[in-house]
């Protein structure tokens, strides 16, 4: 019997990895409560103060190297690997949680913390230690550009056109632990519902900004719901 949807697209934000230890942006407590955007994740910044940013940033990698893939991660790969069907994660998150639970068709819009780059030659390295405003590029050796692999706000978002083009093509969309603060990733719901009839599914702890354009919401921690979704899904009950 063909699978009921042969085009999934699931968005995934910061609520997939705060089971794995990896603090959210926006929750009490989050990220946001203790840096200023504008200090330490924009272009400007890193001209004004590049230790300032390096910091932040090796701090954050760290963290998920220290971080393991929670049951929300694993449910997804699991679906990519079950599913009849097309599977994508587009992933607004940093880590390598999704990676490392088994998902491959998957966009990392937002960067990956886990890589460097140099804009003085353009090379794009597997990076796992601290870096500082001395670190040498190893591909170029210039010294004082070796940046994150991050989209800083102000940047373009990685990958877009191929995003759009999955938006398009998608007949269920499902979006995991974002809140819907940050466009573009914010407006693809706008975009499935404009482009035809997918079957749409908030998966999330609380209600995000957009939940009035899903058709399906269940609210709860990802490594509760999120497993469970995907059974049902496997199941045909969606
Ligand atoms: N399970 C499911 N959802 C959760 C959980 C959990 N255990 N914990 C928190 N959440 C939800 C919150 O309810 C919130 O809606 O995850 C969402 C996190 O929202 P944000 O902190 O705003 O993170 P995100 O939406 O990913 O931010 C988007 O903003 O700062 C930029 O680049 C950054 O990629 C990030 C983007």
């Avoid at 934000?13 to 942006?25: H, P, Q, R, Y």
């Avoid at 940033?57 to 393991?68: I, K, L, P, T």
């Avoid at 009839?197 to 009035?212: C, K, R």
Wanted: contains cysteine.
């Amino acid at each position: 019997m063909p699978a009921a949807y042969e085009h999934i697209v699931i968005l995934t934000g910061a609520g997939i990895s705060a089971e794995s230890g990896l603090d959210t942006f926006r929750d009490k407590n989050g990220i946001w409560s203790k840096y200023a955007i504008d200090e330490v994740a924009t272009p400007q910044a890193f001209r004004r103060d590049p230790q300032k940013v390096h910091d932040f940033y090796n701090m954050r990698r760290r963290r998920v190297r220290e971080a393991q893939p929670n049951a929300a991660h694993y449910a997804l790969a699991r679906l990519e690997e079950a599913h009849d069907g097309e599977v994508w994660v587009v992933t607004q998150n940093v880590d390598d949680l999704h990676e490392r639970a088994g998902s491959r068709r998957l966009i990392h819009m937002h960067g990956e913390i886990l890589k460097v780059r140099c804009p003085a030659c353009g090379a794009v390295l597997h990076w796992e230690e601290d870096l500082t405003p001395e670190t040498p590029c190893p591909a170029c050796d210039t010294v004082g550009c070796l940046r994150p692999h991050i989209v800083w706000f102000g940047e373009m978002p990685f990958e877009m056109d191929a995003i759009e083009r999955r938006l398009e093509e998608c007949d269920l969309f499902v979006s995991i632990g974002t809140s819907g603060n940050v466009y573009p990733a914010a407006g693809f719901i706008q975009s499935v519902r404009r482009n035809g009839t997918a079957q749409t599914v908030e998966l999330n702890l609380d209600p995000s900004l957009g939940e009035d354009l899903f058709t399906l919401k269940l609210y709860g921690p990802a490594g509760e719901v999120v497993p469970m979704f995907v059974e049902r899904l496997l199941a045909g009950q969606v």
